[in-house]
Every structure is written in C-alpha cells, then in structure tokens.
C-alpha cells in the first residue's frame, strides 16, 4: 500500500548559512551536539557541519549575533555523508 512517505525517505534538520557570516565562533560554542564546527584552513575559517549531529534546536539560529543561520531539511545524502558538509568559508573581519 502506498504511504504518504516512501520508505527510506530521510528528512532531517540541518542549517544553512547566509552570506553576511562574519566568522565568530558563536555557533561552534553554542551548538550542544558539537554539529557546527569553526576549523582554521590557513588565512581562512571554515564552518562546518555534521548533518547527522544536528537536532534542529535552533541554538545557533538564536544566538548568531548578525542572524545569517536558517534551519533546513536535509535529505539521506547529506544525513549519511561521510565528512562533514562545508557551510561558509573566508578570512574573519578580525583577522
Ligand atoms: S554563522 Fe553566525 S554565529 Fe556562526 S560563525 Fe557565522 S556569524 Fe558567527
Ligand atoms: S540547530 Fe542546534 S544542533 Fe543543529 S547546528 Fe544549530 S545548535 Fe547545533
């Protein structure tokens, strides 16, 4: 019999990250399941994201200070994804 979601689907909470992002450490602090991290590659910063350790709490879309993080739905490529997923890069303002 046919379901409203075909079985296997994934859905699963993830955010994505607008420009505007000025590279704060914020929501690597914030996050409780350390889903968001902030990794130094050279003169940049990278933040990135584990898709399966995010639970949607929105912490870190509450506390960024200029607002640029927005929840999503990530689908089953992204929630099994090997490495984590790169959300925004670029030579902090501070720097
Ligand atoms: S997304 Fe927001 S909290 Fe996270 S590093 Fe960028 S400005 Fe800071
Ligand atoms: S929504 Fe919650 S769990 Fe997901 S990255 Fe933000 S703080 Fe972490």
Same mark, same amino acid.
């Given at each position: 019999m046919a379901t409203a979601r075909s079985q296997g689907e994934v859905r699963w909470p993830a955010i994505q990250v607008l420009e505007g992002c000025t590279l704060c450490p914020v929501c690597a602090n914030v996050c409780p *399941? #350390?889903?968001v991290k902030r990794v130094r590659e050279g003169e940049e910063y990278v933040l990135e994201l584990e898709v399966?350790?995010? *639970? #949607?709490?929105?912490?870190?879309?509450?506390?960024?200070?200029?607002q640029v993080i927005e929840l999503v739905e990530a689908g089953r490529d992204r929630v099994l994804a090997e490495e984590p997923e790169e959300l925004f890069r670029g030579e902090p303002e501070w720097s």
């Amino acid at each position: 019999m046919a379901t409203a979601r075909s079985q296997g689907e994934v859905r699963w909470p993830a955010i994505q990250v607008l420009e505007g992002c000025t590279l704060c450490p914020v929501c690597a602090n914030v996050c409780p *399941t #350390g889903a968001v991290k902030r990794v130094r590659e050279g003169e940049e910063y990278v933040l990135e994201l584990e898709v399966a350790a995010c *639970t #949607g709490c929105g912490g870190c879309v509450a506390s960024c200070p200029p607002q640029v993080i927005e929840l999503v739905e990530a689908g089953r490529d992204r929630v099994l994804a090997e490495e984590p997923e790169e959300l925004f890069r670029g030579e902090p303002e501070w720097s």
